[in-house]
């Protein structure tokens, strides 16, 4: 990583200790087994729901047909929260349709909350596609990788607007970088473009969600879940399971916004971040 909201550098911990080196070790092994073992039973759950929706004649593998292989990337994200120390905590109920979810950003580790609450379709930088290991899971589950390229934005444009018309749900993450995880940064409006443009669905609900994490370690820093700036994700993952033990993280999926209910972007960008700051704050006190 390397863009980040200010100049902060994360806090410096001590080396890890031959307890937390084993701890690491074991939990990366158990890790790899499980998503390797999760990847093939994910593999044969996409290979049935491409037989249904030829069988329904359904053109695309929408979430409204679709529920097998989603439930194999939930059932792999309940299993892997657990192997990083962190105890899981849902309040309020995602979106069963399509739609979106607006998240902020601090981790990762999001990505597998997301994915342990709904399984939508991740939004990421194009960059995430050659990463080790997190690549290759995020082209398994269809993650749309967005090019900065302008000769592909009105593509990838279409290709938005047609997975909401097809009842999809994505995740986003508006703040555009990641936080120390000790705060909201506003929404940027750009991204909410996708919601105003000609070829999406005059009604699309749009979800807050937000996403606090707590390290109940003493000895760790309250920061210590985020990842932002320079920091290498092999290192934060081995901190993660080295470290990590009776932390929680707490995502609250927030009243859906209807984006028929917006004039603009800006607006509509504005509320969301109000509301997640606002659930933020509340689950800090």
């Not at 980040?4 to 410096?12: G, H, K, M, Q």
């Not at 269809?142 to 938005?160: D, H, K, V």
């Not at 990842?227 to 927030?254: I, K, N």
Request: aromatic letters at 10%; charged letters at 20%.
């Amino acid at each position: 990583m390397s863009i980040s909201w200010n100049d902060a550098e994360p806090p410096a911990l001590p080396p890890m200790t031959v307890t937390e080196k084993t701890r690491a070790v074991l939990r990366g092994g158990l890790a790899l087994f499980w998503t390797l073992s999760l990847l093939i039973l994910f593999f044969l759950a996409r290979a049935v729901d491409v037989c249904i929706a030829l069988i329904t004649k359904t053109s695309h593998l929408s979430s409204r047909v679709v529920q097998l292989s989603s439930r194999v990337v939930q059932l792999w994200a309940a299993g892997a929260l657990p192997l990083m120390g962190l105890k899981y905590r849902q309040h309020g109920t995602p979106l069963a349709g399509g739609g979106a979810f607006l998240a902020n950003h601090s981790s990762w580790i999001d990505i597998v909350v997301l994915q342990r609450a709904a399984a939508p379709f991740l939004v990421s930088k194009s960059e995430v596609r050659s990463w080790p290991g997190i690549g290759l899971i995020g082209r398994a589950i269809g993650t749309m990788f967005i090019e900065r390229n302008p000769a592909r934005i009105r593509q990838q444009q279409a290709e938005l607007e047609q997975r909401l018309r097809n009842g999809d749900r994505m995740a986003l993450f508006p703040e555009g970088t990641s936080t120390d995880g000790l705060r909201v940064l506003p929404f940027k409006s750009s991204l909410f473009s996708v919601f105003f443009s000609a070829g999406t669905p005059e009604h699309v609900l749009a979800q807050p969600v937000c996403i606090r994490y707590r390290t109940l370690n003493t000895c760790l820093p309250e920061e210590f879940y985020g990842w932002w700036g320079d920091m290498e994700f092999g290192s934060h993952l081995a901190q993660v399971l080295g470290r990590s033990g009776g932390g929680t993280v707490e995502v609250t999926f927030l009243e859906p916004m209807d984006v028929a209910s917006f004039t603009t972007r800006k607006d509509m960008a504005r509320e969301a971040t109000s509301r997640v700051m606002s659930a933020f704050k509340a689950r800090s006190a």
